[in-house]
């Protein structure tokens, strides 16, 4: 059953009454459930192989209390930044639960990472295999690499969050892995551990991870079989969401099974890296319709949050499901709901059907857990949504929304202009 569900007819978040909440956090706002993303989490851990590392994408939520929820229930952590890094360490869960990806790592991350002594860097190119050499041995240190191979395998995704052609910027090439591997293993500074792949997110079928897994699955036995040392297999995240209601997504359960078949007669450490799988449904945007606007051709609901506080839809013509805080048998209307900002692409929906609404009324955006926030900007100088967390009927401000005069004081006028 969904934390967010309708009592009383209010939207309601575990046990907390959104319309009030509402009322005492100034919309618009992020609201997470701790309970989905305990059961989400819980989902794929009950799934996957037994020891598998389950580390949780930081970059689809990465607000420490989400990160310190997944931290207790035994969840790792993929990041890549060295800020992310420092959140997740931060958040407690162990460096040795930590794997680095990326493909452009600062010599400054690199070392941050190897002073916390981390999982595993996975690598995405000779040239950082090379940087991170240097710091490892300037170090006195060997660093755990797997190296990320880019499979040339299409997710069927969109085009923005595939990240698994020969025309994307990540990972190694098919071709050149074995080099690859070569060099990694003569260089004093690099211990290879594994092999890893990520072929992009919201994938909406198994075909593309199969194909993908098998390729990488192949080329690992083949590595062994030169003698490197392949003891994991980091498969990475990139399962999708049914966003739209979509019964044809596949479940963890159905993800965890072709896994199983791919590494049956394998024996390989896993990893996964799964963000927006675990996030995404744990978490709503609410917002206030500021006005409703009548226009010859369409009728527009004016929202408070806008893309700066949810750039999916923008960014990836994403969709979200939108509904009425409080539940409402007013007749069925056509919208297009939009924000504030000075864009024609801060749009969320064209054309959507809602009850009839009004300004003053709230709206929740589903699915809104994984990145959303994160992507967040302070754009036209608003400062982004204030983030919750809710656990029964105990809620807490996670993140405050910054105030107009946090974001003016981050400035900075030179002397030369005072
Ligand atoms: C973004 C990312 C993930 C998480 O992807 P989801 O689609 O959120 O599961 C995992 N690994 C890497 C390397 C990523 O870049």
């Not at 050149?176 to 594994?194: F, N, T």
Request: with cysteine; aromatic share 6%.
């Amino acid at each position: 059953m969904s934390a967010f569900a309708y009592r009383n007819r209010i939207l309601h978040a575990e046990d907390v009454d959104l319309a009030q909440l509402a009322d005492s956090v100034a919309t618009p706002f992020y609201c997470y459930s701790a309970a989905t993303l305990v059961e989400r989490f819980g989902a794929f851990r009950a799934a996957l192989p037994d020891g598998a590392l389950i580390a949780y994408a930081v970059k689809a939520n990465g607000n420490l209390a989400v990160l310190r929820t997944l931290a207790a229930e035994g969840a790792g952590a993929d990041v890549v930044s060295g800020g992310e890094l420092k959140k997740a360490l931060a958040a407690g869960i162990a460096a040795s639960r930590i794997v680095f990806s990326g493909v452009g790592k600062s010599a400054a991350e690199m070392a941050l990472a190897l002073e916390a002594g981390i999982h595993q860097f996975n690598v995405e190119s000779e040239a950082e295999l090379a940087v991170l050499d240097a710091v490892a041995r300037a170090k006195g240190v060997v660093a755990p690499v797997a190296l990320r191979i880019n499979p040339d395998i299409d997710a069927g995704t969109h085009a923005k969050i595939t990240t698994g052609t020969a025309a994307s910027k990540f990972g190694i090439a098919l071709p050149q892995a074995r080099e690859a591997y070569a060099r990694a293993a003569s260089l004093a500074g690099i211990a290879i551990v594994g092999i890893d792949v990520h072929i992009g997110s919201q994938i909406a079928t198994l075909a593309p991870f199969q194909a993908a897994f098998r390729r990488v699955v192949a080329l690992a036995e083949d590595l062994r079989a030169q003698g490197h040392g392949i003891a994991r297999l980091d498969l990475g995240g990139g399962l999708g969401i049914a966003y739209a209601g979509d019964a044809a997504v596949p479940n963890v359960d159905e993800y965890a099974a072709m896994v199983r078949r791919v590494l049956e007669g394998h024996d390989f450490a896993p990893v996964f890296e799964p963000g927006r799988a675990i996030a995404a449904p744990a978490g709503l945007l609410v917002s206030r319709v500021l006005y409703v606007k009548h226009a010859p051709e369409r009728t527009f609901l004016i929202l408070d949050a806008g893309m700066n506080d949810l750039l999916r839809p923008a960014l990836y013509e994403a969709h979200h499901a939108i509904v009425r805080v409080r539940a409402t048998d007013a007749p069925a209307r056509r919208y297009d709901v939009v924000g504030p900002i000075c864009e024609s692409a801060d749009v969320f929906a064209r054309d959507r059907e809602l009850p009839q609404t009004e300004a003053g009324d709230l709206v929740a955006f589903l699915d809104a857990g994984a990145y959303g926030a994160t992507m967040a900007s302070a754009y036209n100088a608003r400062p982004p949504a204030a983030e919750v967390l809710v656990k029964g009927e105990r809620w807490s401000v996670v993140r405050p929304r910054l105030t107009d005069d946090d974001l003016l004081a981050s400035d900075r006028i030179p002397d030369w202009l005072r």
